[in-house]
Every structure is written in C-alpha cells, then in structure tokens.
C-alpha cells in the first residue's frame, strides 16, 4: 500500500484534519514548522535553523510503503507534520522506527500530534513496524506533565 490520504474529525470541536503524504510544495511550510522548534531548542537537537537547500532531499529519504512523512492540514494549512524512519541498521531493530512529530504553534493543543501519532500506530502493521521510539526532551516532558508547576519547584524536586 502507498501513499495515505485520511480525514479525521475531532468530535469535540468538528475540526476537519487531513493526513497525506508530504509532497515538495509542502517543504516551505515543513521548513517553517521545523526552524520554529529549532529556534525553541525544546523538541530538536538541532543548533542551526535549516533552508529549503538544505532540506531538498527531505521527502527522498522517506518511503510512503515503509518509512512515510506525512503532513496534517487543518484549514487547507499544514497543521504538523510526522515522519518515521529506521531507528537503527542492527537487524534487530529492522521492525523499528524513530517517530518524529512537529505541530505548528498556531494549531497546538488541537489534536494534531495526538491525531499523527494515532494514524502511525494504527498503520505500523502495514508499514512493518514492531515498535516506534521518539526521542523525548527533558523540559517537553516537564512541560507537558508539569503545566501548572513553576520552575524553582522543578528545581527543588531536581535537587533531591
């Protein structure tokens, strides 16, 4: 099976949310997305903003059979977007994918990651996928299961 084209609907809001494989034109607005986390240090480890020169054979190193990148478009935007690809060249690991998500700040806390992650699980069988690892940051981590926290109680609890 390749390529995936599939609307979800969160019942909750009625947002419309279409997954599809990224295509070129998509790269602007991957780009966009990406250099934002870059520029945040919080989800990539990645020092230096990237350009479209850079990024030009993103897309190549992705299969939609096996390894897909994908893009969520909410309001004929791209919403975020997920890739998976081979997590390491040991054989034992060859039914596991690094995952890869980034929403654009616009559209978070609307479903869109949870909604990329869904439809990755949902299709791992089909793409040969066992299991997914997706590298986490400290302070996204913290931050997700900490909203309501201040920073110095961080601190303290760290110190322990």
Not at 34 to 48: D, G
Request: hydrophobic share 40%; glycine share 6%; with cysteine.
């Amino acid at each position: 099976m390749s390529g995936i084209a599939v609307e979800h609907r969160r019942p909750e809001t009625a947002e419309e949310m279409k997954i599809r494989d990224a295509v070129e034109s998509d790269l602007p607005a991957i780009i966009k997305i990406y250099n934002a986390a870059v520029a945040t240090r919080v989800a990539t480890a990645q020092l230096e903003q990237v350009t479209l020169k850079d990024r030009r054979g993103w897309l190549k190193e992705h299969s939609a059979d096996r390894h897909p990148f994908w893009v969520l478009e909410m309001d004929r935007q791209i919403a975020g977007w997920l890739t998976l690809k081979p997590f390491l060249p040991r054989c034992a690991y060859r039914g596991t994918a690094e995952v890869s998500v980034y929403v654009d700040e616009k559209f978070r806390r609307r479903g869109v990651g949870r909604t990329l992650l869904g439809e990755a699980i949902a299709r791992a069988p089909s793409l040969q996928i066992r299991a997914m690892v997706g590298l986490i940051f400290r302070s996204t981590f913290e931050f997700k299961l900490l909203p309501g926290r201040r920073r110095d109680e961080r601190r303290r609890r760290d110190r322990r």
